[in-house]
């Protein structure tokens, strides 16, 4: 739609000039309003095609300028601030993300988050296939796919990290959770204790004594949970067949006499001892009989140190 001078009058029976009829249509403006009864395009648009677009600096006066898609897009993606910014697909080419963006899911082939002076994205749930993150709080991270590169990660806060491929040189943390290496093999530092591996230690490693409980004269042991067990005889007892056995494993009862003592203890027979016969508890209250076992998996072969008081 086009708009006319108003400004300009005519008074009855004045003559109509060259100089009149400009000045009623010099001041014509475009407006932006809808445009209607044109042909769609047939072709996908591509990054060649080109818009008309008005440059505010101009005013309304002066024509509008052309740009192409390519630039369009570009300059908005890479100049302004947008509050809300909805991109899907798949990001194939570098992209600049400014401070403190926040990602909440994509896929990102090569991602440089952060600056030395700043805070970075926020990444919630994101599989990035190479990236340098030098600060970054990321709750959620898939680094790394089984064709690209892991993130090389210098600093930063990482609440849940999933690395299926990569390298990581360098990590400190502090743990409020587990760390699980569910499958393959790792090398770590001599700081905590590693398979195939000998080690020095400088502090001591040990099994938490475990009370065992007598329930209506027998009494279990769970060999998973209670490596080292305590038990006090109250009456006369049987001990169970043992559970969850491990070939090559030693174990540790220290049994006490209760009060008044002489009460008996026998054994299953997943229990040998040297000799072929149990040992006879001692019968003083409160003497202490240590015995100590070594399994095949299956039987618990014993020797029995007795009569501590």
Do not use: C
């Amino acid at each position: 739609m086009a708009k006319f001078n108003t400004g300009q009058s005519f008074a009855d029976g004045d003559t109509v000039t060259g100089a009149k009829l400009n000045n009623i249509t010099s001041q014509l403006n475009i407006y932006t309003g809808v445009i209607s009864e044109q042909t769609a395009m047939a072709a996908t648009v591509s990054t060649a095609d080109q818009l008309l677009i008005a440059d505010t600096d101009n005013g309304d006066s002066g024509a509008a300028n052309r740009i192409t898609i390519q630039k369009l897009f570009s300059d908005s993606l890479t100049n302004g601030t947008y509050a809300t910014v909805n991109l899907t697909g798949t990001i194939t080419s570098n992209r600049t993300v400014a401070t403190s963006a926040t990602i909440t899911t994509g896929t990102i082939p090569n991602l440089t988050a952060g600056t030395t002076t700043s805070t970075a994205a926020t990444i919630t749930n994101a599989t990035i296939t190479n990236g340098t993150i030098t600060t970054a709080l990321i709750p959620t991270l898939t680094a790394g796919t089984t064709t690209g590169t892991a993130g090389i990660f210098t600093s930063g806060t990482i609440t849940t990290l999933n690395s299926t491929t990569g390298t990581i040189g360098n990590f400190t943390t502090t743990l409020t959770g587990d760390v699980t290496i569910s499958t393959g093999s790792a090398t770590v530092g001599t700081r905590v204790a590693v398979l195939n591996t000998a080690q020095q230690y400088t502090r001591a490693h040990n099994f938490a004594a475990t009370a065992l409980t007598i329930t209506s004269g027998t009494i279990p042991w769970n060999l998973a949970e209670n490596q080292v067990a305590t038990l006090t005889v109250t009456t006369n007892s049987t001990m169970n067949t043992p559970t969850n056995p491990q070939a090559g494993s030693t174990y540790v009862m220290l049994v006490t006499q209760g009060t008044g003592g002489s009460n008996t203890l026998s054994f299953s027979t997943a229990y040998k001892f040297v000799g072929g016969s149990a040992p006879v508890l001692s019968t003083g209250s409160a003497q202490v009989d240590v015995l100590s076992f070594v399994t095949n998996g299956t039987v618990l072969f014993g020797v029995a140190s007795q009569n501590f008081s």
